[in-house]
């Protein structure tokens, strides 16, 4: 009798593992372009407002987040506090790939006559219709 209650826990505790796992997925990304997503790099004062709070909670560090917000996707890149201001960023890349979508972004250093001596948060907002893809940021 003792078996045979070993053996139906044993049985019960591997098909609740089994169950557990098959909840779980790994996806994988292509690393090739599909198609370019069109976009809008925003102004500070076009931020909604749950955006302008996001980008306040984070700036001391470099950071990636999305919001979703009425039928929008904004895509906010930070790369956290500088030593001085003058900095910019330049889009390298947004597109779609097989299941994602990909933002690459590059931080451009000051020029000597932009140099200023308060620390600054360079950061990047970006606009574009909704997708349910997932974001990578690079």
Known sequence: MRQKIHTG????????ILLALSGCSI???SAQKQDKIEY??????EFPEKVQELIEENKTKEFQLTYQEQGNLYLIKGYGEQKTGGYSI???D??????AIHV???????KEE???DEPSYPYLVIRMEYRDEPVIFE
């Open 9 to 16: 826990v044993l049985l019960w505790s591997v098909v609740i």
């Open 27 to 29: 996806e994988k990304v």
């Open 40 to 45: 809008t790099i925003l102004k500070e004062a």
């Open 90 to 92: 330049r889009i390298e």
């Open 94 to 99: 947004v597109s779609l790939w097989e299941n």
């Open 104 to 110: 690459q972004t590059m931080l451009i250093g000051p």
């Open 114 to 116: 932009n140099l200023k």
